[in-house]
């Protein structure tokens, strides 16, 4: 199993450029969660799906939009890129949207100028 | 809104020290707390979960004990090791998952 996998690994982006995280897991989990990692702000959720078909906002959502494709993908889309959101962007997914064990993918370092 | 502290900040010990990471956490309803290990720019690598019904959870030479009614876990690292080297985060699942800031920890040979 590959786990938790995300596309690409790195990205440099313009000011007001717009791109899509890809994330996938195959370990038939049903709740996907998206998470920013800034220095001296620790990890923040963006947006979470609990099930299929469900979206829901996190802590820090503004800026940004998510599909959740099918049970395998959850993708995240910055529509007009800004400097504020240079970070590294986890996935993460875990069996239900409760008590159990989340597991991340190796992240996305992104970088706008 | 929950708010979780990981003290120390860092940490260097040598080699074969015994040491303990320190979490807290202010709403104690919680469903678990999971601790993990980050290499520097990787990903996010699960250690330990304790759910709110357990007092502590054992994996090799690591140990996390959770007093949910105190706000407290810690994590003990047994015979510390150069590999052990990273930066350890705690984080809750309460409505949402909630982070500490993360000890670094360096094991110096």
């Known amino acids: 199993n590959a786990g938790v996998t995300q596309t690409p690994k790195f990205q440099v982006l313009k000011t007001g450029q717009s791109m899509t995280l890809q994330c996938a897991q195959d370990m038939n989990h049903n709740s996907m969660y998206w998470y920013r990692q800034d220095p001296g702000m620790g990890l923040r959720l963006i947006y979470y799906s609990a099930s299929e078909g469900t979206t829901d906002k996190g802590e820090v959502p503004n800026g940004y939009n998510v599909s959740r494709l099918n049970k395998r993908e959850f993708s995240l889309r910055l529509e007009s890129a800004a400097p504020s959101q240079t970070s590294v962007y986890f996935c993460?997914?875990?069996?239900?949207?409760?008590?159990?064990?989340?597991?991340f993918g190796p992240g996305t370092r992104l970088t706008v100028l | 809104k929950q708010e979780v502290t990981q003290i120390p900040a860092a940490l260097s010990v040598p080699e074969g020290e015994n040491l303990v990471l320190n979490c807290s956490f202010t709403d104690s309803a919680i469903y678990n707390l999971q601790w993990f290990r980050q290499d520097p720019g990787k990903g996010l690598t699960s250690l330990l979960l304790?759910?709110?019904?357990?007092r502590e959870q054992t994996s090799g030479r690591l140990n996390a004990s959770l007093d949910k009614s105190s706000g407290r876990s810690t994590l003990y690292i047994a015979a510390s090791q150069p590999g052990d080297s990273a930066t350890y985060l705690c984080?809750?699942?309460?409505?949402?998952?909630?982070f500490g800031g993360g000890t670094r920890l360096m094991v110096k040979p």
């Open positions: 304790i759910q709110s019904s357990q």
């Open positions: 984080a809750v699942w309460g409505n949402m998952l909630t």
């Open positions: 993460a997914s875990k069996v239900l949207a409760g008590g159990d064990e989340q597991f």
